[in-house]
Structure formats: C-alpha cells, structure tokens
C-alpha cells in the first residue's frame, strides 16, 4: 500500500505553507492523486517529489512558466535551455552588481579622499 499524505503533512515536511502547495495547485504544477473519504487531498511519495522539484527549480530562479514548460515537455533538452537561460540571466546579474559594488567603491574612495582629516560625526 503507497502512503498517502495531506496537504498539511507535506507541508510540514518540506517546511513550507499549505497556501504554497495551493497555488502550485492551482497554477496545475501538482495535482493530487485524490481524495479521502473526508476529502482530504491525498498526495503520495511522487507528489512530494514533483513538489520538491518544483521549489528547487523556483530557487534557481526559474518562473511558474518555465517550470511548467519543463514539467509538460519532461525532455532533455527543453530543460537543458531553460537551465542554460537562467545560467545566463544569474550571470548578467552578477555581472550587473559586481559593476554596481566598483561604482560604490569610487564612490566611497572619493569622500573618503574629500573628508580625510574631517568631522565625521557632522552631517553632510
């Protein structure tokens, strides 16, 4: 007999909130195998595993879109190009906020340089 778990069970487990299981529901990311008696949703041990793998793929970054794109497709490389594309977007933004942190730097050196031997403590 497979367990069978609730929506409040699993998200225990995976310590997340049961509106987050909801709305990957809703979004059609995970569908539960079916109801109890007391209709209870019934989820089981592959449910979990789609859900967890839906929460690393929304970790990396990746929209309900895409994840939907690549749980619907399930090949190779339509998971590929999306892990590609998000590698690239994680790149850009690095590459964005390292040129950001050299802007602050000069920023910072240059009143560092106007302020030397000065009153710190007054405002600007």
């Not at 859900?51 to 879109?65: A, D, F, M, N, V």
């Not at 594309?85 to 106007?114: C, F, T």
């Amino acid at each position: 007999m497979k367990t069978e778990y609730t929506i409040s069970q699993i998200a225990e487990k995976l310590h997340i909130t049961t509106n987050k299981i909801r709305f990957y529901e809703k979004k059609g990311l995970l569908t539960p195998m079916g109801e109890s008696q007391n209709r209870y949703r019934k989820f089981g041990e592959e449910d979990i595993f789609r859900l967890e793998t839906i929460l690393l793929y929304r970790s990396l970054g990746l929209s309900i879109e895409a994840i939907q794109n690549i749980l619907q497709c399930n090949k190779k490389e339509n998971y590929l190009t999306h892990m590609q594309n998000q590698w690239m977007a994680v790149n850009n933004e690095i590459h964005r906020l390292s040129e950001i942190g050299k802007s602050l730097e000069m920023v910072l050196d240059k009143v560092y340089e106007e302020t030397e031997g000065q009153d710190l403590e007054k405002d600007f």
